[in-house]
């Protein structure tokens, strides 16, 4: 399944994810993380160190690889120059399959602890108001649009902030879950107004966990805004704490009320199914609305003509599984 962290900034949503895959991996749980946020912090909370964070290939800064892995061999796609974030698989296409050995896990994935991790990476000094995250985030889009798991394989996507996974590029509908974080504040808890609204047309479920809850009446505060979907909340935590300070210890030594609050985001999570042929579908509207409002103009070309009509993932997932029994 696919997790998505999402919420305002400092709301804590890199905390938490990083929090939640290591607590998968101490389960034995296959589980990939990837830092899709401008602010490219998970990483550290992931507890790897400064060394090999910098040296650290970045998909979004270092992204020929990617790009030419899954543009494989597909006639529909002239070019890595042609891909944009909503650029659909087809045949010929290359895949990155959760559970087997790629070009792109060679070169960007690191591993600590069992926990895989890679990231989009942030803007260099000389890229600084010459382009805007979308640059980042669209790499990020053409990776989940080529990456084949199943359901009972973990990949979390640490976001940016506030709504624009959900507003800008149809980000979100790669995502089987949304798990946003608020903290007890109207400007965090305002957040998920707005996803909400830009989720309902896709059908994408949202599980909001409340962070930086100190007493009952923040608790109150958020469950009067959320209603049901508050599905758990987080109090304070010297773990966490000491971590902000560079104190890195077990995730078995988190407070048992703070285990807690992560094994309610597993049950949750391990409820999620993916339907192929409906995530296929949104895809392509995206696709199409990106064809007509301005990735035509910009490529000089009809994108529509990447769409192959006779590609399903379905196929893909059955073809795997023939594999694997062979």
Partial sequence: MRMAFCGKGGSGKSTLSSLVARYMAYKNMPV???D????QHLGHALGFEE???TAQPKMGVDSKLLMN??????PRVKSADFLTESTPAGRGSGFVYFDQPSPVYDHYQMEKDGVRFMAVGSHEEEEIGTTCFHKFTGIFGMFLNHFIDRDDQVLIGDMCAGADPFASSGLASRFDGIFLVVEPTLKSTGVYD???KYAEPYGTKIFVIGNKVEDEADEAFIKERIGDDLIACFGKSKYVRNLEKGI????SELEDENKAVLDTILEKASMLKRDWAQYQAIGMKFHKQAAEG???AMYGVDMMDQFDPEFSYEDVMVDTKMDKAA
């Fill in 194 to 196: 707005q996803c909400i």
């Fill in 294 to 296: 301005w990735a035509n």
């Fill in 36 to 39: 899709g946020d401008i602010n």
């Fill in 69 to 74: 892995t899954i543009v494989g061999k597909n």
């Fill in 248 to 251: 890195f210890a077990p995730i």
């Fill in 51 to 53: 060394s090999a964070l």
């Fill in 32 to 34: 990939l993380i990837i």
